[in-house]
């Protein structure tokens, strides 16, 4: 059964980089034709999708984080990661990693990032 | 860009039946998908593609579309099904996936 488990710093300094990565345990990243995602919630509030990631390392992303975001996979560590760049107070969430490309069907358990100095 | 909107709130007697509508413009064109949300957890895909339910999702809940409106239907609701319900397109026109802002389902 595939698990999603993400990890990274909890707490990012305003203008700096939040990173996070999602390891992917019981399947491979590789097999399947599956996309894996980013998806953060708000304190409190609704689900906004970031965007995905292919195994061959195809991307594509919210219109409204392009700007500032960059997702890539390591298929030799099972792993693919999230790069969210100057960040700010909005940045605040919990940041889930997801499989899937127009639903997502397995997600991880989600890790809080709060931006503060 | 496309937006979805669910009622805040619905409330239901355990056994009764919940229904908890996601509403956009012509929805019914698109696929939609429902996801249970309990506190301090993650997500769970409840019903794809307006109406499958992934495997080990109990038959009591499913899902319509059409019109300007999906409903995720919950029948002989239980105190385990007190949640919050998102619902979620794929939008191809923006090629964006949307989700509606979520309803609290209360089991009285």
């Known amino acids: 059964q595939v698990q999603l488990q993400e990890s990274g710093p909890g707490l990012v300094k305003p203008s700096q980089t939040l990173s996070l990565t999602c390891t992917v345990s019981?399947?491979?990243?590789?097999?399947?034709?599956?996309?894996w995602s980013w998806i953060r919630q708000h304190p409190g509030k609704g689900l906004e999708w970031i965007g995905y990631?292919?195994?061959?390392?195809?991307?594509y992303y919210n219109p409204s984080l392009k700007s500032r975001v960059t997702i890539s996979v390591d298929t030799s560590k099972n792993q693919f990661s999230l790069i969210l760049s100057s960040v700010i107070a909005a940045d605040t969430a919990v940041y889930y990693c997801?499989?899937?490309?127009?639903?997502?069907?397995?997600w991880g358990q989600g890790t809080l990032v709060t931006v503060s100095s | 860009s496309y937006v979805l909107t669910q009622p805040p709130s619905v409330s239901v007697a355990p056994g009764q039946t919940a229904r908890i509508t996601c509403e956009g413009n012509?929805?019914?064109?698109?696929?939609v998908h429902w996801y249970q949300q309990k506190p301090g957890q993650a997500p769970v895909l409840v019903v794809y593609?307006?109406?499958d339910r992934p495997s080990g999702i109990p038959e009591r809940f499913s899902g319509s579309n059409s019109g300007n409106t999906a409903t995720l239907t919950i029948n002989r609701v239980e105190a385990g099904d007190e949640a919050d319900y998102y619902c979620?397109?794929?939008?191809?026109?923006?090629?964006?996936?949307?989700f509606g802002g979520g309803t609290k389902l209360t089991v009285l």
């Open positions: 997801a499989r899937g490309r127009y639903y997502f069907d397995i």
């Open positions: 019981g399947g491979s990243i590789s097999s399947g034709g599956n996309y």
């Open positions: 012509n929805i019914g064109s698109k696929n």
């Open positions: 990631i292919y195994y061959s390392g195809s991307t």
């Open positions: 979620q397109v794929w939008d191809s026109s923006s090629d964006h996936r949307v």
């Open positions: 593609d307006d109406s």
